[in-house]
Every structure is written in structure tokens, then in C-alpha cells.
């Protein structure tokens, strides 16, 4: 599955997605856990601001820099017996690493979780070849097993809850136990281990590649990440272009960003870090090594006004705050990569015609950039793709374009405004009744249908003004 | 200390009480209010939707009516935020840039004024109810006015002030959000007006009129009993 992950209109989406009480249940319950978490592991931090600075400094100065640090990787990765292969397109991802597993005739791959690889559309195009793909994060695991996308960067099965969960692995594993979580996992646990004993390839995304050592490294809380690249002899990670962390200060400072950000951790469980293949002089590490590093759209988003959008560390704090994703859940926005920082990227990855929406899809309430430890300016950012899809791409609605002309015209002529601001009680008034307006006509529409609109002041305020300066002046 | 009213489109003619208590207050205060009839609306619907370049038009219009001005201060977060984003927007425009930064630097928000430039927290009102306040999304995360409505209600002789669950949430408003994306919007203010009723509140009050008149439409349409008030008007009390 490429970016987009079906064909349902926008309307179609966030309306199934507001009707779907259990998940906006479940997408609430863990918004609430998330934002407390984060507050609560900022706090205790202590200058989280501070924190938020430097890893804004440290991304501004590595995307500055990327063909500096882009080459530094490949060097650093080569010297340690990795292959590096720098993909310009999603195709070019998936060809070559369905060439390796080829190479290695090999049936089995185990995953470990990555956003990349769902971008780019990997499982689809490994099982298309012949391959048998195995997810090994949980919830990677239980949403394969549904055929169904990621709602959310972090925590992809979101919008599910262990009944649910109890039944997928009833229907597809053939699970006889109870939906208590302890039981649930500990029946995955012994289903994929099996799989990791036996898969001929790993393949993982990558939190950050440290480029002044070339490796790349995990966060996961289940340790899948650490048996992906542990078990099977050949090994394949999969990174964003801009995933780089120059050095391991670097790489401690967005670390410790990321898990608090993302769910109010310290630390994950398993921090991991591998370097290429086994050296003749150490005694593990994988016969084989690939690292690719997917552009697929993001060097033409860099030099321009979204540069900072390939700051994101995929935190999702911006989501877990995010009022909009609250209330539609993350299908809505028909994207791997769903919330504020969805709404960001996808259009520039993606192109406008198919997520023209994504952008209004925010009230620009600015949470989503108060959250962002690495301050994207998200908010800002979407108010920039409006601007595109008004005045470049000339997608937004003719009725629109005349209402915002007559604003124009209202507002820089002082005479049309005070005449409009006289004749509202009046043009509105078949309308209201008992000071309200409750079936308001044209644009107001969309307002009253969900709720009552105020009849306008019999007096505006400019008039009441001046009728009082006069009576001050005696006049 | 001279105050020239920037009332914002809203208060002028849909909600124009909301202007006198500004003034009054301003005026109780000490300050001399006057109010350049040049002003229209700051921009924002233009701005917010990706017409930049119609935004501009609007933004010329301030730019010229509060020129002369000394202070310029407005009942709304929302739109003094957007007034503090005329210099970036006019960044580089050899006509405009100047007069965008001089706007920006004396333009302030209605309570931010009275604490921040007055230094005043009691206006010596008066208000006998159980109030809730809801903390508008732009003015807290734009323009930074977070405690400032907060000291003055604390001030209020008679006042109950309850927390308000999840306050810094977005009601919802978003200016055209609301009618572009209405279904999305009612489900925002139907979370908001259900805080606010588990406050047991007699009043909601907030510092703009967008959210308040959002908040507000929601309530009557369930036919609630919780009135909706501007700071102003408790203030004025």
C-alpha cells in the first residue's frame, strides 16, 4: 500500500469515522494517557524547552547539511561492510530490496515496525514476489493479520481494543484463550518467535542513523527490533533520507525527545543499535547488510517553506493532542502518516489531488505545534498548503473564491462595511426569530445545522459609538 | 493613556455589547478610548483559508486606520494574534513592512492590556455566579496570553470560578473550519459544551467572541442553561 490507503472520499471517511464510537472510545482513552504522560515526563525533565531548542537546532543544522551527512552515513556504513543503496522512488526501494531476498532465496521475512516501509509499500511488493512477510510488532502484527492500515505513527493499532484483538487471533491463529492482555501476549510472544527462528531476512525502518559511526538505531518497547537484527543472517534497514542524527550526543538528545514525546517514557525498553555486517575480527552481526535510504518526494521538499516538516522524529505527540484526529480517528485522513503532521506531509509527498483536504482538516488551534518536541511549526504549515491549493493549484471551491473577492472588497472599503454592519439585523431577519437563527441561509449554513447562530446587535457597535461621542459633545 | 478600540468585525455587528464593556471598562481604568472608524476586519478568514493575497487587502485597511494610534487594543485573542502576524506577512514589502511592525508592537489584547500594560489585576468588579473559563486556543498558543484573564477573574468580588475540563482544547470554532467542516466541528463543541456541564456552571466566559459564539450556539441548540459571557461584561460588572 503506497501513501494513500483507499478511495473513499473525505466526506465518506470522516463521517464513518465520527459514527464509530468504539474507536473515538479507544483513540480518546489513549490521547488522555499520552498527554498526561508527556506533560508529566516534560515536567520532570525540568527545562523541557531547552530540550525542545536543541532538538530543533539539531535538526535544522542536519537537514542544512544532509548531502554532507547523507555521504558521511554511506561511508561510515560501507567501511563496516554495509551495501548502501539511496532509492529515489518508492519503486526503486522495493525492487531492490526484493532483489536481496531473491538473492538469498529467501521465503521468510520478519519486520520489525517502520513507517517507511508502509510509505513505500514494501509488504505488498515482497508478497507480490513470493515472499512470506511477517510483521513482529504487535500491533503491526494484529493489523496484518486484519489487512488493515496503521491509524497511528506510533501506536499503529490504536483504534483497536483486546476483544477485538482476541478475535483476530481466534479467527486467523486459531487462539483459544481469554482477551486478557497477559494471555494475548504471550500468545503472540510464542507465535513469533517461531517466526524469527525461521525467517531468512530482517528487515527494519530506523529511529535515527547516527552518521559518524553509521548505525542505525531502534526504539521499540517489545525488543522485536533487537530479533529482527539479531536472528537472520541478512539484513536490510529501510530510513527516511532525513533520519540522520550526526553524532551520539545528537542521537541522546532526540532520543530522549522522542519516547517522552511520544508516550511520556524515560526510555523505551530496548534502545538498539547495529553497524553493518560481522567484521573478521567480531563474533555476531548479520553475513550481509543493506541500508536503504528512501528519498520518494523528500528532497524536493527540502530548500523550500516545508522544510522543517522533515524535521518530524514520528513522535506523534502532534497527534496525541490533536482534537481533530480525537473525534475522526486516523483513517480518516487516508494516509500513512494521519494528524497535523499528516495533514503536513502528505500533500508535499503525495501531491494535492488526492488529499487537497487534508490542510482545512484543522481548526489551526496550534496544539499540534505547542507538542512538537523539534517545533515544526505545523499549524503555519498548513495554513501555507491552503495557500497553495488556493492561489497556485487553484483547487479551492468557485463559491468560495467569489465569498472571499467580496471580502476583499468589504474589508479594505471602509463605507461597504458600515453599511453591511447597519443592514445585518435587517438581511438576516426572515431568518431569526427570538434573537436566533437556527436554518441560516448560504454560508451559514454549515453553522447552523449543528448549531444556533446569534441574531446580529440592533445597534452595531460603531454606531453606538458615535451616537454616544455626541451626546458627550452635547450635540 | 490613549486607547484607540480595535472591536474587531464580530463585536461590531454581531455581538456589539461586547464593545461597550471593553470600553467602559478601558474607560473605568482610566484610559481615553477613541475608535478610528476606518478599521474593518483584521483578515484572518481571508488568511487562515490560503487567500493570502485577499487577506492583504483587509490587512492594508488596519494598517492605514490605527496609524496614528498609540495602543490599540481589541476584545479577541484570536484577532490581536493576527495583527501580530502582519510582520511576517508583509516581511520585505518596502510599503507596508514598517507600518506592519508598528501595528504588531502596540496592538494588544484586551486582558493582556489591563495586566501587562496597566498592571492593574482588580477592576474593582462585581460578579455573582458559578463561572467556568474556557482559554482560546489563539490567544494562549499565539499570542501567549495564558494568565492574564485568569488574574482578573481571580479578582472578581462574588465570582466561583470552576476549572474547566481539558480547557486548552479547541472548541472547535476555527473560524471557516466551522462551515467547512461542520460535521467535525459539532463533534468538537459537543466535547466542549459537555465539560462545561459537568462544571455545573451558571456562566461560560472566554476572551473571543469566535469561540464564545461557537460555545454559545451549541448550548441554546441543546437548550442548556449555562449563559455564555465575554470577560468584558464580567469585568464591567
Not at chain 1, 526484493?98 to 510509505?119: L, P, Q
Not at chain 1, 542505525?216 to 542524527?245: K, Y
Not at chain 2, 485568569?150 to 472548541?171: A, F, S, T
Request: aromatic share 8%; with cysteine.
Amino acid at each position: 500500500m503506497p501513501i494513500k490507503l483507499g478511495e473513499a472520499s473525505y466526506k465518506e471517511r470522516i463521517q464513518s469515522g465520527i459514527e464509530n464510537d468504539f474507536m473515538r472510545g479507544a483513540v480518546s482513552s489513549a490521547q488522555g494517557r499520552f498527554r498526561s504522560g508527556r506533560l508529566k515526563a516534560a515536567e520532570e525533565l525540568g527545562n523541557w524547552e531547552d530540550w525542545r531548542t536543541r532538538g530543533e537546532e539539531i535538526r535544522t543544522h542536519t537537514l542544512e547539511n544532509i548531502d554532507f551527512y547523507l555521504q558521511q552515513l554511506s561511508d561510515e556504513v560501507s567501511k563496516r561492510g554495509g551495501k548502501v543503496f539511496f532509492a529515489e522512488t518508492a519503486e526503486e526501494a522495493n525492487e531492490y530490496i526484493n532483489n536481496v531476498v531473491k538473492e538469498k532465496e529467501a521465503k521468510k521475512v520478519v519486520k520489525s515496525k517502520s513507517m517507511v516501509t508502509e510509505e513505500i509499500g514494501l509488504n505488498e511488493a515482497l508478497e507480490e514476489a513470493g515472499s512470506e512477510v511477517i510483521e513482529t510488532d504487535l500491533g503491526e502484527w494484529i493489523l496484518q493479520m486484519d489487512e488493515d492500515p496503521p491509524s497511528h505513527i506510533v501506536t499503529p493499532a490504536l483504534h483497536k481494543n483486546k476483544e477485538q484483538i482476541r478475535e483476530t487471533f481466534a479467527s486467523k491463529k486459531g487462539y483459544k484463550n481469554s482477551d486478557m492482555p497477559e494471555e494475548l501476549a504471550t500468545f503472540a510472544r510464542e507465535q513469533l518467535r517461531k517466526e524469527f527462528l525461521s525467517a531468512d531476512v530482517g528487515i527494519t525502518g530506523c529511529n535515527f542513523a547516527v552518521t559518524e559511526s553509521g548505525a542505525i538505531t531502534f526504539v521499540t518497547n517489545e525488543g522485536n527490533a533487537r530479533l529482527v537484527t539479531s536472528l537472520p543472517d541478512t539484513q536490510i534497514s529501510v530510513m527516511g533520507m532525513e533520519r540522520l542524527a550526526p553524532t551520539w550526543e545528537d542521537m541522546e538528545v532526540l532520543v530522549s525527545l522522542l519516547t517522552r514525546a511520544a508516550v511520556g517514557q524515560k526510555l523505551t525498553s530496548y534502545v538498539t543499535a547495529i553497524t553493518g555486517t560481522r567484521l573478521e575480527d567480531e563474533v555476531d552481526g548479520p553475513e550481509e547488510y543493506h541500508l536503504v535510504i528512501v528519498d520518494n518526494g523528500r528532497s524536493k521538499i527540502l530548500g523550500t517553506e516545508f522544510q522543517s516538516a522533515l524535521h518530524c522524529i514520528r513522535c506523534a505527540a502532534c497527534i496525541n493532542v490533536c482534537p481533530v484526529y480525537r473525534h475522526v480517528g486516523g483513517h480518516s485522513y487516508n494516509s500513512v502518516y494521519p494528524g497535523p503532521i499528516g495533514a503536513v506531509l502528505t500533500p508535499l509527498l503525495d501531491g494535492y489531488d488526492d488529499h487537497k483536504e487534508l490542510p482545512y482538516a484543522s481548526t489551526l488551534c496550534a496544539a499540534c505545534t505547542d507538542a512538537c518536541p523539534v517545533k515544526i511549526p505545523l499549524h503555519e504549515q498548513l495554513i501555507r498548503h491552503r495557500e497553495i491549493i488556493v492561489e497556485r493549484e487553484k483547487k479551492s471551491p468557485k463559491s468560495e473564491q467569489m465569498m472571499m473577492e467580496g471580502f476583499a472588497q468589504w474589508a479594505s472599503h471602509p463605507a461597504a462595511y458600515k453599511l453591511s454592519a447597519r443592514m445585518a439585523r435587517t438581511s438576516l431577519k426572515p431568518w431569526t426569530k427570538d434573537e436566533i437563527i437556527k436554518n441560516g441561509p448560504g454560508p451559514l449554513k454549515g453553522w447552523t445545522d449543528v448549531r444556533d447562530f446569534p441574531a446580529p446587535s440592533k445597534q452595531s457597535f460603531r454606531s453606538w459609538f458615535k451616537s454616544r461621542q455626541k451626546k458627550e459633545r452635547g450635540q | 493613556m490613549k486607547v484607540s478600540l480595535f472591536i474587531t468585525c464580530l463585536c461590531d455587528i454581531i455581538s456589539s455589547d461586547v464593545g461597550k464593556d471593553t470600553v467602559e471598562v478601558l474607560e473605568k481604568l482610566g484610559c481615553e478610548v477613541d475608535f478610528p472608524e476606518q478599521q474593518t476586519c483584521c483578515g484572518q478568514p481571508a488568511y487562515n483559508s490560503g487567500y493570502l493575497s485577499k487577506s492583504k487587502e483587509a490587512m492594508k485597511q488596519m494598517m492605514k486606520a490605527f496609524k496614528d494610534s498609540e495602543y490599540v487594543v481589541g476584545p479577541s485573542g484570536s484577532c490581536v494574534a493576527m495583527l501580530h502576524e502582519y510582520p511576517q506577512i508583509f516581511k520585505g514589502d518596502p510599503d507596508w513592512e514598517e507600518e506592519a511592525n508598528k501595528l504588531a508592537a502596540k496592538s494588544y489584547e484586551f486582558t493582556q492590556f489591563i495586566v501587562d500594560v496597566l498592571g492593574r489585576v482588580d477592576v474593582g468588579s462585581n460578579f455573582k455566579g458559578i463561572v467556568t473559563y474556557h482559554s482560546s486556543c489563539h490567544m494562549t498558543r499565539l499570542l501567549g496570553v495564558k494568565d492574564a484573564p485568569k488574574k482578573l477573574l481571580e479578582q472578581v468580588e462574588g465570582i466561583q470560578l470552576r476549572e474547566l475540563p481539558l480547557c486548552e482544547d479547541c472548541c472547535g470554532f476555527g473560524g471557516t473550519f466551522a462551515v467547512k467542516n461542520p460535521e467535525i466541528s459539532e463533534q468538537m463543541v459537543k466535547e466542549k459544551t459537555e465539560h462545561i456541564m459537568e462544571t455545573e456552571a451558571e456562566y461560560v466566559i472566554g476572551g473571543d467572541m469566535g469561540c464564545l459564539m461557537n460555545i454559545g450556539g451549541k448550548l441554546s441548540r441543546d437548550n442548556r442553561d449555562v449563559k455564555v459571557m465575554h470577560i468584558s461584561q464580567v469585568l464591567n460588572s
